[in-house]
């Protein structure tokens, strides 16, 4: 629509037809270089800032917004931590699956191997890891009992430290489930209020930028108009100059 009425406002400019298009042919030849020079300057200008209002209004659209809010930069460095146990397990995953191919290896190798992959699978370990290894444990100690390996009398205080474990590690892995789950909840409102805002600064801008586009192309259209007029005006004077001359003949 903005382009529509800018070709609307300078459509003179394009048909013979017009009065000051008319009237502009038939200035002396020194005054329609100097016009066509000064035209196009003009012209450039005016498109000029027409272009750029509305290359950086697309240039807005298109840009990705890399601003993260504080929920969200909370919740990438919890993602970011377990991506990092993840690399850790699968890397000790393929120091045990080296150990377990690998003919060449001396059982020393080996050995020292497999503590770098214990180390690894330890620094890898998740919350829920930890809670199932505690559990194992549990079952373990349940079993020697049933087996008669153990006598309950023999491991209390180990099942109930065990116990104690589990209990103190659900209530955390509970804790922090709520925590990201707020925070989830807040992000979502962050990222409104932020999508908010600069809708609302788009929309404060977008007229600014129109009415500097509009205001160019005005002074455009009338400074090509007064040009057009004074020319004619100029023209007019000269004829009668020339026809004076010849009546005084």
Do not use: C, W
Request: aromatic content about 2%.
């Amino acid at each position: 629509m903005q382009t529509q009425r800018i070709d609307e406002k300078l459509s003179f400019l394009h048909t013979d037809a017009h009065p000051a298009r008319q009237t502009a042919r038939q200035t002396t030849g020194q005054t329609a270089g100097q016009n066509a020079k000064a035209a196009p300057t003009i012209l450039s200008r005016a498109a000029e800032v027409y272009i750029s209002a509305k290359g950086r209004e697309l240039s807005a659209m298109d840009a990705p917004d890399d601003r993260l809010t504080p929920a969200e930069t909370a919740l990438a460095a919890e993602q970011n931590e377990l991506d990092e146990k993840r690399a850790k397990k699968d890397e000790a995953a393929a120091i045990e699956q080296r150990i377990a191919t690998d003919e060449k290896l001396t059982d020393d190798d080996k050995a020292l191997l497999q503590k770098e992959a214990d180390k690894l699978k330890r620094a890898g370990m998740t919350d829920e890891d930890k809670l199932s290894t505690l559990y194992k444990e549990k079952y373990q100690l349940e079993k020697q009992i049933t087996d008669g390996t153990l006598t309950a009398g023999e491991i209390v205080n180990t099942m109930r430290a065990k116990d104690e474990s589990i209990a103190n590690l659900q209530n955390i892995i509970k804790e922090k489930a709520e925590h990201t789950d707020a925070l989830r909840r807040q992000s979502v409102q962050e990222r409104a209020d932020l999508d908010a805002a600069t809708a609302k600064e788009k929309e404060n801008a977008a007229p600014k930028e129109d009415n500097a586009a509009a205001n160019a192309v005005t002074s455009l259209t009338a400074a090509l108009t007064k040009k057009a007029l004074e020319d004619a005006e100029s023209k007019d004077k000269v004829d009668a100059g020339h026809k004076d001359a010849a009546r005084s003949e």
